[in-house]
């Protein structure tokens, strides 16, 4: 089985240039790509250990790599290798993407970037750890974390009062107005029945009953709430007439009020419950609990103000601690301590599914569950990228015995175990019709390969891989040592990874101490801060593709994928590239995301990539035209006509406030 593949007729615009710079099979990319955008996760899940921002589809990468294969023979899509002997760099690895499509085609690769996270995370994903020692690891790990921790994690059936796990609770945030207090929640409605009728919450008395279509014959038997129950589209207090606000004089998770239990009986199923005595016992408990934990000093959890954590600060939140409940600070102590006592292989893997298990265990968790679909309970901490504060939080039960989304087991389930088994036999979907027909294993490749320490290791062997952590404006590698550069850049101002990761990196730091360099200083990555008068977007991303050229071998090729609606970007991008000496030799206009995906769903955003492959030899190559005006109201057409832009502009005699001055014209 094949893919679409280059033209044989194709007459490259560069001679004895790599395939790359012939017919991309974009309409193949676009359909894969589809599919793929919406659930990355299921289709490269051995790339998903930990959480990192904006990735890009895999398939496209392999698509991108497989055709930088000499042998036109090996360049289809599923056929198997076809990079031996080939040294790939990606400067801005992130999450990884382009060093696991690369060693899985047999090529020895390079991954380097400023933030610790990534460089831990390809060092547990491509090495290979024998499944056993880690099943027998997490084991160990899951029956010590239960045995502190599921005594926290208790409730009763309604129906027939057998204790039972309880799966999550749900809180609403206590706000104030002018006479009192009140308790905002997303919505009262909790679910939505198959038969058309609802769990809801009762504003009055808090209690959790069921209402069959429109009629609400709930009589209240317990006693009004000192705090009624609201729904945040309630903006004004009825009574007062004053706006509820946020209460910045206690920490925010002690803001969060106990509104209902949901747990699962083996008699009666599914329920959802208003906290009973002993439930509210169990938090008074934990919050006594959580005064005696040694989580110091304190300033290594606080929060430092950046282009996104400034949101935490605007809510009065100073540590990253005051994120979690008291249950869920004992889980993640708990897990911290006894990832320590792990060493090698063990405790990387079992250290990085805590630290991100925290995305779906924090007071910044949201509830989805009520949705008619009910896609599922948990709308994660970084659902979007960036800190989101919903009125509804879900508390997670980390040490849950099944695999619901968010417990410690399931997430072990599906990014360790699944995602090695994944990656001793990777797998690609066939897409006929648009659709995804069948799954089919690739014969002969592997996503692992070998930690070598140094770059004179990679000129010889397969699947072989070196990780550097630091600034890649300064690469410790030769010059003329690497074949090709496949990377995927921040997109201008985006995402903030290094400030994002903040809320990680508190906890992976206490793990792994003397691993990484973990305060590194922000103003060396290219988007955290955007301060630096022209911008440090530029400068920074100017200094890592003078590098690249520097490493790059004669004829060798620089190319990553690029979307971005502001002429700045643009402009930052030009004359980034066109300081280091890059021209643009072809570019391709590919699906990016999926029109549904929550990051962009209902929002004017851009839905497609330039892939820019780029070289840097002393001749023209194509000749690019200058459009005239850019489409701003299509996708790709905006794209196509960008990537046309900066062809023509690399290639032309402009200074830097030229480059601005066109942009600025061309997307006004």
């Not at 408990?285 to 605007?314: C, H, M, Q, W, Y």
């Not at 001749?619 to 459009?627: K, N, S, T």
Request: proline letters at 6%.
């Amino acid at each position: 089985m094949d893919s679409p593949q280059f033209s044989a007729n194709t007459q490259h615009p560069v001679a004895g240039s790599p395939p790359s710079e012939a017919a991309f099979p974009v309409n193949f990319a676009n359909q894969i790509a589809e599919l793929e955008s919406f659930n990355k996760h299921l289709y490269r899940p051995n790339t998903y250990l930990h959480k990192w921002w904006a990735r890009r589809c895999g398939s496209t990468f392999r698509l991108i790599l497989k055709h930088l294969v000499d042998d036109p023979a090996r360049r289809g899509y599923y056929r198997p290798g076809g990079l031996e002997g080939k040294i790939i760099l990606d400067p801005m690895m992130g999450g990884g993407t382009t060093l696991h499509e690369a060693i899985r085609l047999g090529a020895n690769v390079i991954g380097a970037d400023i933030d610790p996270i990534p460089i831990l995370q390809a060092r547990a994903t491509l090495s290979q750890t024998p499944p056993d020692r880690l099943e027998k690891a997490f084991g160990a790990l899951f029956e010590e974390l239960s045995a502190r921790l599921s005594p926290f994690f208790e409730t009763s059936c309604p129906d027939c009062g057998r204790p039972v796990p309880l799966m999550y609770t749900l809180y609403g945030q206590e706000q104030v107005c002018g006479c009192g207090a009140a308790v905002v929640v997303d919505s009262i409605v909790l679910r939505h029945e198959p038969d058309g009728s609802q769990v809801v919450i009762c504003e009055r008395c808090g209690e959790v009953h069921r209402v069959a279509g429109n009629a609400d014959d709930h009589v209240c038997i317990r006693e009004p709430l000192t705090c009624a129950i609201r729904e945040k589209r309630m903006k004004v207090c009825p009574d007062c007439g004053e706006s509820h606000r946020e209460r910045r004089d206690i920490p925010f998770y002690a803001r969060f009020v106990p509104i209902a239990i949901v747990g699962q009986c083996q008699v009666h199923g599914l329920f959802f419950k208003a906290p009973a005595l002993s439930d509210l016992d169990l938090l008074r408990r934990a919050n006594s609990a959580r005064e005696s934990l040694a989580l110091e000093p304190a300033t290594d959890f606080a929060v430092v103000p950046g282009p996104k954590s400034v949101d935490l600060i605007r809510h009065g939140i100073g540590s990253y601690l005051d994120l979690f409940s008291s249950r869920q600070l004992l889980y993640l102590s708990s897990a911290v301590e006894l990832v320590e006592r792990l060493d090698g292989l063990s405790k990387l893997n079992l250290g990085l599914l805590v630290s991100t298990s925290t995305e779906f265990n924090s007071m910044l968790c949201g509830y989805k569950g009520g949705s008619r679909r009910r896609p599922g309970a948990i709308r994660h901490t970084f659902s979007l990228h960036a800190f989101s504060f919903p009125y509804t939080a879900l508390e997670n039960n980390p040490v849950y015995p099944g695999k619901p989304s968010g417990s410690l087991q399931g997430l072990y389930h599906a990014r360790i175990r699944k995602a090695r088994q994944w990656a001793a036999q990777p797998r690609e979907r066939v897409v006929e019709g648009g659709r995804a027909q069948k799954i089919v294993p690739i014969c002969g490749e592997v996503d692992a390969g070998q930690e070598v320490p140094s770059p004179a290791e990679l000129v010889e062997g397969t699947k072989r891989f070196l990780l550097l952590q630091g600034s890649s404006t300064g690469l410790n590698l030769e010059a003329n040592s690497v074949d090709h550069v496949v990377t995927d850049p921040p997109y201008f101002d985006n995402v903030q990874y290094g400030d994002l990761s903040a809320f990680f990196r508190v906890w992976l730091k206490r793990i792994f101490a003397d691993q990484a360099a973990w305060d590194y200083d922000l103003d060396e990555s290219a988007v955290d801060p955007q301060s630096k008068g022209r911008g440090q977007y530029e400068a920074v991303l100017a200094g890592i593709f003078a590098e690249c050229r520097r490493v790059l071998k004669p004829g060798g090729r620089l190319i990553f994928t690029y979307h971005h609606w502001s002429p700045k970007g643009w402009s930052a991008l030009t004359s980034a590239l066109k300081g280091a000496g890059f021209k643009l030799l072809e570019r391709h206009i590919i699906q990016s995301e999926n029109p549904a995906s929550v990051h962009i769903s209902n929002l004017r955003a851009l839905k497609h990539d330039a892939v820019l492959i780029l070289g840097s030899e002393g001749r023209d190559g194509r000749a690019w035209p200058m459009p005239i005006r850019v489409d701003t109201q299509i996708s790709e057409d905006f794209i196509r006509g960008c990537a046309d832009a900066l062809g023509w502009m690399l290639s032309a005699d402009l200074e830097w406030e030229d480059i601005n001055q066109r942009w600025e014209e061309l997307l006004r």
